[in-house]
């Protein structure tokens, strides 16, 4: 299975850094990191410091950074996205591999979320480590339950259904588009008659950086 890592990026490259040097952590590494960024101050010497990520150029907005990552990913099987402010757990994606293998209608997972900075005044890298460090993974890493949407701090797409159903992220919405992660997630289980399912053993912190 081939595991892409999509990054959408705005004015905040210290925190991508921290982001990116965790994926270097993944149990399973991802195939291939797309980074979509607006200007080059966006990721400052990022392209040097991790000469293997991808850096992409969008227009600002979310929805159109998003989208640009689906139209990259062209050999990808499944598209993770993760906020440039969320740091997953060591196992996010070698869970994410074989859910998707047991799972085959699965079109959308989400993983769990063990602190969330978005829903207060936001949580600093190291604590977030500290945090994960201390986290007791489920005594089954692959259980899953039904979830109503996928949450967009951390989300994969299967990429079959994706393509075959035209499905992108909608470029009408603002462009800090709060709550698409709802809306393309949806379109995309209905459209393909797939279920989203939320990860017991996929975790991570989203620090819930306040600047963009």
Known sequence: MNIAVGIATRGRPKILAETLAEL????????????????????????????DVVFLRAKAGLPRQRNAIL????????????????????????????MMAVHAD???????????????????????RALLAADTPPADPLAVVPHFNGYGCNMA????????NSIRVDEALPAY?????IDVTRRLAAASGGSILRLAGARGVHLGVKSA
């Not at 991802?30 to 980074?35: L, M, T």
């Not at 499944?78 to 402010?85: A, H, K, P, R, T």
């Open 24 to 51: 270097a952590h993944q149990t399973r590494a991802p195939d291939r990191v797309f980074v979509c960024h607006v200007d080059e101050s966006d990721v400052a010497d990022l392209p040097q410091r991790f000469p």
């Open 106 to 128: 699965c079109v959308v997972a989400t993983g769990t979320v063990i602190a969330d900075g978005a829903k207060g005044p936001g949580i600093a890298p190291d604590q977030a």
């Open 177 to 181: 588009a709060w709550y698409e992660d």
């Open 157 to 164: 797409f299967r990429m079959a259904p994706v393509r075959a």
């Open 71 to 98: 139209d990259a990913a062209t050999e990808a099987d499944v598209v993770l996205f993760l906020d440039d402010d969320f740091l997953p757990a060591p196992a996010w994606l070698a869970v994410l591999e074989q």
